[in-house]
């Protein structure tokens, strides 16, 4: 099994979209369909999407769409300054607001309390808040944030790595989503392979990443 760090990671991912040409856009929506197959259509109708504004969001809000587009209960929380956010976020928000009318901006005391309460009528939640490049603790209104998810008693599922955890070493940076599923992609991360209670609950995706952009990265062809 191959294993990456957050700088492998990210430089495999620079790779394939500015050197090969991979449509970022096109790696996101592979991320949201890897994620909706490990998803029980039957069992579960009404998700909780909580995102932040980079491609880990806008991961979550494909999803988001795509469980939308099979007219599945949807409410999106979003965390952060949409007006940074990631061109592929912007896009995909941009579809949600047209299929969507449970967006919540989570920027207040107030809308904490709000998102506790509905929390508990869904039964998943996606989190898609801090992907693999997180490097600083999570403190503020995320930490906040990643407490309520933990503490309400529902299926979880985290895109590429539970939010709060270090992808490289598998530290704990501050508050870290309990999730009960792990959809990784492309290849497993070392901070998650170095956690038993989190190796134990992952998958790994092929989200389309051409095996030339690992390849370059890990035998030290690219910086």
Do not use: W
């Not at 579960?44 to 494909?62: E, H, P, S, T």
């Not at 099979?70 to 929380?77: P, Q, S, T």
């Amino acid at each position: 099994m191959i294993l990456v760090d957050k700088e492998k990671m990210r430089a495999i991912d620079s790779y394939a979209i500015n050197v090969l040409k991979v449509p970022a856009l096109s790696l996101v929506e592979r991320a949201s369909l890897a994620v909706l197959k490990h998803i029980n259509l039957n069992k579960f109708g009404y998700f909780a999407i909580v995102v932040g504004v980079g491609n880990n969001g806008a991961d979550g809000l494909a999803l988001a769409r795509n469980l939308l587009a099979r007219y599945k209960d949807v409410e999106i929380y979003i965390l952060g300054d949409v007006e940074k956010a990631s061109e592929e976020f912007r896009l995909n928000l941009e579809s949600c607001q047209m299929l969507c009318e449970e967006i919540f901006y989570v920027q207040s005391i107030e809308d904490l309390e709000e998102m506790e309460r509905r929390l508990n009528n869904v039964n998943l939640i996606v989190d898609a808040i801090f992907g693999t490049g997180l490097n600083r603790p999570v403190t503020g209104i995320y930490a906040t944030v990643v407490s309520i998810i933990n503490n309400v008693m529902k299926y979880k599922i985290s895109i590429d790595i539970p939010s709060g955890l270090d992808a490289s070493t598998g530290q704990d940076l501050g508050e870290v989503v309990d999730s009960d599923l792990i959809v990784t992609m492309q290849l497993m991360k070392k901070g998650i392979y170095e956690r038993e209670i989190y190796k134990k609950k992952c998958v790994i995706e092929d989200i389309g990443i051409p095996q030339k952009a690992i390849d370059s990265v890990l035998y030290g062809l690219v910086d």
